[in-house]
């Protein structure tokens, strides 16, 4: 089964940036999107990014469009997330999912079909 390694999550001001990283064990069927969903305390858990492995194409949820960047490396395995203008609602555990479908509500990334996880990266920024 594929496995998921992200990395790259920590603390930093508002306005700051980050970049997530997520690095697949091997990429399947199984795994044609991934996407990145995150989850703050006492929140449900909501998509951020997606990107179909394919032909790259990405999907953003409306409170991180034009902030944040989703792109792949084939060559690595890996799917980073590049966040910048970093906000206090941004904050949340981070996590990295793969399934065989990136599917959308609205253009935001859903977890339908997402039935690999990763452990998730904190994200915390302060304001």
């Known amino acids: 089964q594929v496995q998921l390694v992200e990395s790259g999550g920590g603390s930093v001001q508002a306005g700051g940036s980050l970049t997530l990283s997520c690095v697949a064990s091997?990429?399947?069927?199984?795994?044609?999107?991934i996407g990145w969903f995150r989850q703050a305390p006492g929140k449900e858990r909501e998509g951020v990014a997606s990107i179909r492995i394919s032909d790259g194409r990405t999907y953003y949820a409306g409170s991180v469009k034009g902030r944040f960047t989703i792109s792949r490396d084939t060559t690595k395995r890996t799917v980073n997330l590049y966040m910048n203008n970093l906000e206090p609602e941004d904050s949340a555990m981070y996590y990295c999912?793969?399934?065989?479908?990136?599917?959308?509500?609205?253009?935001?990334?859903?977890?339908?079909?997402?039935?690999?996880w990763g452990k998730g990266t904190q994200v915390t920024i302060s304001s």
């Open positions: 999912a793969a399934g065989r479908t990136c599917y959308t509500v609205g253009g935001t990334p859903k977890s339908y079909d997402m039935h690999i």
């Open positions: 091997e990429y399947t069927e199984t795994s044609a999107c």
